[in-house]
């Protein structure tokens, strides 16, 4: 009889694209998350948990191919089971972000919720794209939106609300701008410059005006013309126009001034006798006089029409929030954080559901690119603070070992009692440094009969094992005889003192 063919063990590997988050980055997101949570309350909005699951017809954005949705999601398609020959249902996927699903449950919903609707959501969203550096399949968002008003001051308030939370996670002001554009003016330009919707020109402008951050406006020129060389000596070709057919756009793009009227003068020129591009300047207009009534000035709200996103997603304002520190790349190269917030207003997208437009405007929140913006700025501790660990000298003692811990937690200090193998002590310390742990609490035979406990501050040694030379923490004991009664006092004490080492 042939032996049975062995099955070979899985690869403990993470899926590509994919990866693991271990307790100080969830603990330092989570603070995050509950920080902005605790903003975005503070402005009137609830909160909302979606499904993670949706229709492929809800999500709209993609639809099956021939075999399987493949245009970025992580879709299968269900068996009926109201067939009997299990033929195939519904094509379902993950969410790709939090807005469609919020399309989805107001449209559902709608008879039931306030209107206007305020809402906000934290969680993962999954893209079936290729990864890069820095780049997953999944990540975290935290969006907030108001659904049903088509008022301006929906727009502005929601730039408020990310200036503020911003600097309530620990980016300071000077750090960071929230940049303000308008679609309806960039559509304004376009039908300036004579392309109809239809004109496949008009897509190629498009791509044009979203590369001036890059080849800023003589690049845009060319490429506008006849093109360009580019950095690596190709030639690109450009769109095809003549020079003064160009001009609305270059007019558009360093329409800024010094002064949010003078931007909003030069918008006026470029847009022309546009009626919708004339109505997306006033709407600027107006929420630039609702930031100056709220006190939000040019250093944290900007109007800024250089800002181009999601042009075929967003009917009105748009805005991108940008640190605008430095940093070096990994090739040493001076450069600025970048963007980690947008939105803007988005009317056509719970159309699909109900067939009547609804106005909504939202926000949304890239969490991992603003917690490594806080690394970078030093605002996220290096290293976390772990538990006290009372460490284990008789394994048939237990009981008082668990007693120190329960007293420790109910004096509200993190603490846990080491479940390894207790006949190696050094073992106990190496895991103890491995958790990060401030205090070890020790109790042998000989302390326990004299009614004694040894308690070390770990940060302390560690200090004076790095240096002899530092006199200031020689003279400083790092570990006390106390009697066992004052166990709770002296870890206070202990832990009290190290968090003023660190502050100074």
């Given at each position: 009889m042939a032996k049975a063919k062995k099955q070979p063990r899985p690869k403990a590997i993470t899926p590509k694209g994919f990866r693991d988050y271990f307790g100080e980055e969830v603990t330092q997101r989570t603070h995050m998350l509950a920080?902005?949570?605790?903003?975005?309350?503070?402005?009137?909005?609830?909160?909302?948990?979606?499904?993670?699951?949706?229709?492929?017809?809800?999500?709209?954005?993609?639809l099956p191919d021939v075999d399987r949705p493949n245009a970025g999601?992580?879709?299968?398609?269900?068996?009926?089971?109201?067939?009997?020959?299990?033929?195939?249902?519904?094509?379902?996927?993950?969410?790709?972000?939090?807005?469609?699903?919020?399309?989805?449950?107001?449209?559902?919903?709608?008879?039931?919720?306030?209107?206007?609707?305020?809402?906000?959501?934290?969680?993962?969203?999954?893209?079936?794209?290729?990864?890069?550096?820095?780049?997953?399949?999944?990540?975290?968002?935290?969006?907030?939106?108001?659904?049903?008003?088509?008022?301006?001051?929906?727009?502005?308030?929601?730039?408020?609300?990310?200036?503020?939370?911003?600097?309530?996670?620990?980016?300071?002001?000077?750090?960071?701008?929230?940049?303000?554009?308008?679609?309806?003016?960039?559509?304004?330009?376009?039908e300036a410059m004579g392309l109809a919707e239809e004109d496949p020109k008009r897509d190629d402008v498009l791509r044009t005006i979203d590369k001036f951050d890059k080849v800023g406006e003589s690049g845009v020129r060319e490429l506008l013309g006849k093109g360009r060389l580019d950095a690596s000596g190709a030639y690109i070709d450009g769109v095809g126009l003549e020079d003064q057919q160009a001009e609305p756009v270059l007019a558009f793009l360093t329409s800024k001034g010094d002064t949010v009227a003078e931007t909003m003068t030069n918008l006026r020129a470029a847009v022309g006798d546009s009626k919708v591009g004339q109505e997306g300047v006033a709407e600027l207009e107006l929420m630039g006089a609702l930031f100056a009534a709220a006190g939000y000035g040019d250093d944290r709200i900007l109007i800024d029409p250089s800002i181009v996103r999601g042009l075929g997603y967003y009917t009105g304002p748009v805005f991108e929030a940008e640190l605008t520190f430095e940093i070096f790349d990994e090739k040493g190269r001076k450069r600025q954080f970048g963007s980690v917030a947008g939105g803007g207003r988005y009317d056509g997208l719970v159309k699909r559901f109900t067939g009547q437009e609804v106005p909504a405007v939202g926000l949304s929140i890239g969490v991992d690119r603003l917690l490594a913006a806080l690394r970078e700025k030093g605002r996220l501790a290096a290293t976390p603070t772990g538990p006290v660990v009372v460490t284990v000298m008789d394994r048939d003692r237990m009981a008082d070992y668990q007693a120190m811990v329960g007293e420790l937690r109910q004096a509200g200090i993190r603490a846990e009692v080491y479940l390894g193998n207790p006949k190696n002590f050094g073992n106990q310390l190496k895991y103890a440094d491995k958790r990060h742990s401030p205090v070890a609490?020790?109790?042998?035979?000989?302390?326990?009969?004299?009614?004694?406990?040894?308690?070390?501050?770990?940060?302390?040694?560690a200090k004076i094992a790095e240096s002899a030379t530092l006199e200031e923490w020689k003279e400083r004991p790092s570990q006390f005889e106390v009697p066992r009664t004052e166990l709770v006092a002296k870890v206070r004490d202990i832990l009290a003192n190290q968090a003023k080492d660190q502050e100074g």
């Open positions: 920080t902005i949570a605790e903003v975005y309350h503070h402005y009137g909005f609830e909160a909302l948990e979606s499904s993670a699951v949706e229709t492929v017809e809800a999500l709209g954005k993609f999601v992580f879709a299968w398609q269900e068996a009926d089971e109201n067939d009997p020959e299990g033929k195939p249902g519904d094509w379902m996927a993950l969410r790709y972000d939090l807005t469609a699903p919020l399309a989805r449950v107001y449209a559902q919903h709608r008879n039931d919720l306030p209107n206007p609707y305020r809402r906000f959501a934290m969680g993962p969203v999954w893209r079936n794209e290729k990864p890069g550096p820095g780049r997953y399949r999944q990540f975290y968002q935290c969006d907030a939106d108001t659904v049903g008003t088509a008022s301006m001051a929906a727009d502005a308030e929601i730039c408020m609300m990310l200036s503020d939370t911003l600097e309530k996670v620990g980016i300071p002001r000077g750090d960071y701008l929230v940049r303000v554009n308008n679609r309806k003016v960039l559509n304004g330009v376009l609490v020790i109790e042998g035979g000989d302390e326990k009969d004299r009614g004694v406990i040894q308690i070390k501050d770990l940060i302390l040694g």
